[in-house]
């Protein structure tokens, strides 16, 4: 059986066989999402094959509806073909509010942010309706305190110093190394930058632990603005959570790789968030959140090659200069001194960017 014919099945037995279908923006993932109009309730498709796993994704759906956070309901999921139906949050992508001072034009928005070019219609701007770019990162920082007051759901993987070295180690010199270099990174290389990235991340090895999402940034939240409270924040495109430090998630919402977000804004939502959290050592989660965004942006700006070559979607690499920006600026802080040296030994000032050749 085809895989059009297992979606049309599955939707007939759902009861929305008759229901016209339109594709949503993809995320990096291999997941596909389509809207869906003409069915029971407005719902969204997530097709997501094997060996995408959707179970994740439902438990950590329940856990997040379970403490208040609007996140999209599961109306119906086959877990076997890689098939779900969820509730249709709308439109109201921040990443898509906040960089448009106007409702743009047919297209984007809807479903996390990827390549894919969505023909729906413009979302209204509920920043057009009282709600400015600080009350947004606010109100997104309330909704990450309340998710980090729970336990998280047993059994999620650790998102630990270990795991986070890892995966900025494997991004960085198998993937951008090679084809800014144009061959495998040497030994001494790979052994300066585990140690360097050991050093910083230090603090967060005995700081505190929480559900952690990985990717809580504008383009993975919605608005919703005829909500109450942390209600007005959706939340989307959880399903690689895991346990890990508190500063990681703020330095993912504050320290975009795909958006500019002022110092003063970021240092202000830091702030809220220490002043609603006065059980946290300021000094120690500063230092943590100085060392997770430097570790997120060399992961990132390396991950987008990974993105251009393995999965063949360059147009990632558009964020690339950007992202190195923010790499340079998070190794100045104190606490990222061991990754500024390594990188002046290893890779100079004029390669800290997009391998040549690849074009977004």
Excluded at 300 to 319: K, T
């Amino acid at each position: 059986m085809s895989r059009d014919e297992l979606i049309g099945g599955f939707l007939t037995r759902h009861g929305y066989g008759a229901a016209r279908m339109a594709p949503l923006a993809q995320d990096a993932s291999f997941r596909s999402y389509f809207r869906l109009a003409g069915g029971p309730r407005p719902a969204v498709l997530m097709d997501a094959p094997p060996p995408e796993d959707q179970r994740q994704f439902v438990r950590i759906a329940r856990h997040l509806a379970g403490i208040g956070l609007s996140v999209p309901e599961i109306l119906a999921c086959d877990e076997a073909e890689g098939l779900l139906l969820e509730e249709d949050l709308g439109d109201g992508l921040v990443s898509v509010l906040i960089d448009s001072p106007t409702p743009p034009p047919l297209g984007g928005g809807g479903r996390g942010e990827g390549d894919a070019d969505c023909p729906l219609p413009p979302p209204p701007n509920p920043l057009r309706q009282g709600e400015g770019e600080d009350g947004y990162f606010v109100a997104a920082a309330d909704a990450l305190i309340e998710i980090q007051r729970h336990p998280p759901p047993p059994d999620l993987p650790v998102w630990d110093a270990r795991t986070m070295a890892t995966t900025a180690l494997a991004t960085l010199l198998d993937w951008w190394w090679p084809a800014m270099f144009g061959g495998a990174a040497p030994q001494a290389a790979r052994d300066d930058f585990a140690a360097a990235l050991e050093a910083m991340l230090a603090v967060v090895v005995d700081g505190p632990t929480c559900f952690v999402h990985r990717d809580f940034f504008a383009g993975n939240l919605l608005w919703l603005p005829e909500r109450a409270g942390i209600r007005r924040v959706g939340v989307i495109d959880f399903q690689s959570a895991a346990i890990g430090h508190p500063a990681y998630d703020l330095a993912s919402l504050l320290q975009d790789a795909r958006r500019d977000i002022a110092p003063a804004l970021a240092e202000k939502v830091v702030a809220h968030y220490l002043a609603a959290r006065p059980e946290v050592d300021p000094g120690a989660f500063r230092a943590a959140y100085d060392a997770c965004a430097a570790q997120r942006h060399l992961r990132v700006a390396a991950q987008w090659v990974r993105l251009a070559q393995r999965d063949l979607r360059p147009g990632y690499l558009v964020h690339g200069p950007r992202t190195w920006h923010l790499l340079q600026q998070a190794v100045q802080r104190p606490v990222a001194a061991p990754l500024a040296a390594a990188l002046d030994r290893w890779i100079p000032a004029a390669r800290r960017s997009n391998p040549p050749g690849l074009v977004a």
